[in-house]
């Protein structure tokens, strides 16, 4: 990505989504990622307060945030998980059904140390139910390098950090 002036924006693709609030009135995406800037964008683009925005370059090495933690969010959930819509960078995990937490903490903790990763669950060991939230997993930048998510893969290679044991009659 690179950083490019409002007024010289047109035809280049939006990083991100462009949050727009109206006191009382409005507060939601203006703009959505991948967005491609017309003229008549600028005016609202600088209402809102934008001098300069983050626009998309080509680059095999780098990921879009959203891509990336999708990555990262199959990497890390196991059984009886499932996602919540990506938004700005960030997917939370959330219980498919009732159960007990079982959270690798060695291995999440390698993974919290590495650049631009983020991940924070619940304590592991703690009765869950069905759509309850687990964890958040978030890129913090807009763009990831392709070389941290082939890191946290090798962390993530025995088996993913975030799972359900269902609960069983007996």
Same mark, same amino acid.
């Given at each position: 990505?690179? =950083?490019?002036? =409002? ?17 009382? +009135? ?12 017309? +003229?008549? *964008? ?8 934008? +001098?300069?925005?983050?626009?998309w370059e080509d680059d095999p090495h780098v990921i879009h945030e959203n891509e990336g933690v999708e990555v990262l969010y199959h990497y890390c959930s196991g059984q009886n998980c499932v996602p919540s819509e990506i938004k700005e960078g960030k997917v939370e995990c959330l219980a498919a059904c009732d159960g007990l937490l079982k959270i690798d ?9 590495? *650049? *631009? ?14 759509? *309850? @939230? ?22 993530? +290679? ?10 069983? @009659?007996?």
């Amino acid at each position: 990505m690179k =950083t490019v002036k =409002t007024t010289e924006a047109v035809g280049l693709i939006l990083c991100h989504d462009m949050t727009q609030i109206i006191k009382d +009135e409005f507060k939601g995406p203006r703009f959505k990622k991948g967005h491609i800037v017309r +003229e008549e *964008d600028i005016p609202v683009l600088q209402s809102m307060g934008k +001098e300069t925005l983050y626009v998309w370059e080509d680059d095999p090495h780098v990921i879009h945030e959203n891509e990336g933690v999708e990555v990262l969010y199959h990497y890390c959930s196991g059984q009886n998980c499932v996602p919540s819509e990506i938004k700005e960078g960030k997917v939370e995990c959330l219980a498919a059904c009732d159960g007990l937490l079982k959270i690798d903490t060695k291995r999440l903790n390698a993974i919290n140390a590495l *650049d *631009d990763i983020i991940i924070a669950t619940r304590h592991g060991n703690t009765m869950v139910k069905k759509g *309850d @939230k687990l964890a958040g997993i978030r890129v913090v930048p807009l763009a990831i390098q392709q070389a941290r998510l082939e890191a946290a893969k090798v962390i993530l +290679e025995n088996g993913p950090i975030i799972e359900i044991m269902p609960l069983q @009659k007996k």
